[in-house]
């Protein structure tokens, strides 16, 4: 085990210099580029592709089920609704967009989780009221997009994510703050390893065994979309990589969440630090990350069906 964490590690710290390295400009940039735009730009990358990984992964463990990711609970479509209402509406300076992006997510989290919290089987309609948040506010950007006249980049680089967010001092203090939420939300989540263990056997085991399930699913609901709110203020929406990087995770070290999240944790940062190399380099233009993360997401995807990878749970 600690062999394939050195091995991911060595990976890890390898793209990581690739991504310093590689640009628009290509791989000799002057030294300012690379602190003052590759070195911010990296380090989100790997925070952001992380904090979906864990997220992912708890998710999944909690509802045992292999087709969850933190964008399924609706609060990401959310904070990308805010970001987008306040942008072409009520035009926002750049320190006010992660507090903006961040407050949509929360809200939109407190949302679902009241819909779901007025019926017995919670598991089940948190998933219904997200899926329904989804939609409307889904149906809310479409129509932003097209009342709005200004240029539609904006929005389509929060819908389908980018690592390009510009930090000035006082951004730079908002991300700190945020970074610290994140880090302590993910500590709460990995200090939940082993309820997560459990919450894979049958509801009356995981009772006997003196775990509240719903109060657990609560604790797993809020901690994860605060992270995924966080994630979507800085980056947008990013796919695909909350999905895979778990199942990823799970098949190289195993079920224990001891070991997965550490591991989605790792893999998260290294997929999307992968994903956005290509995403700056191929083209002129810069493509949004989740185009990049699709292309991986689907052929990965249906390799597992292929195989039969068991992914309605453990």
Do not use: C, W
Request: a positive charge; glycine letters at 10%.
């Amino acid at each position: 085990m600690k062999k394939k964490f050195f091995i991911l590690l060595s990976a890890l710290s390898l793209v990581f210099l690739l991504s310093l390295l590689g640009g628009p400009s290509g791989f000799f940039a002057p030294i300012t580029i690379i602190r003052s735009i590759r070195l911010p730009r990296t380090i989100l990358g790997l925070l952001v592709g992380g904090m979906l990984g864990v997220s992912g992964a708890s998710l999944q463990g909690v509802f045992n089920n292999r087709l969850v990711d933190p964008y399924f609970l609706g609060s990401a479509t959310g904070g990308v609704f805010f970001l987008a209402f306040f942008s072409f509406f009520f035009p926002i300076s750049i320190f006010l967009r992660p507090l903006v992006g961040f407050a949509g997510s929360f809200i939109t989290m407190l949302v679902v989780y009241l819909l779901a919290s007025k019926f017995r089987e919670t598991e089940l309609h948190l998933v219904l009221s997200g899926i329904a948040v989804n939609f409307l506010l889904s149906g809310g950007i479409m129509l932003i997009m097209i009342l709005s006249k200004r240029p539609l980049s904006e929005i389509i680089y929060s819908i389908m994510g980018n690592l390009g967010f510009i930090f000035t001092r006082e951004s730079i203090f908002v991300g700190i703050v945020f970074l610290f939420i994140a880090l302590g939300a993910g500590t709460l989540l990995f200090l939940k390893h082993r309820e997560l263990d459990i919450a894979s056997f049958e509801k009356e085991t995981v009772k006997t065994l003196g775990i509240d399930f719903r109060k657990l699913l609560t604790q797993i609901f809020f901690l994860t979309s605060i992270i995924t709110g966080i994630s979507v203020s800085f980056a947008g929406s990013i796919s695909f990589v909350g999905l895979i990087v778990p199942q990823i995770s799970r098949v190289l070290f195993g079920e224990r969440h001891i070991n997965v999240l550490p591991a989605s944790f790792l893999l998260g940062g290294l997929v999307l630090l992968l994903s956005d190399i290509p995403a700056r380099m191929l083209f002129p233009f810069e493509l949004p990350l989740s185009v990049v993360t699709s292309f991986i997401g689907v052929p990965f995807f249906i390799y597992i069906m292929r195989k039969g990878y068991e992914i309605s749970g453990t």
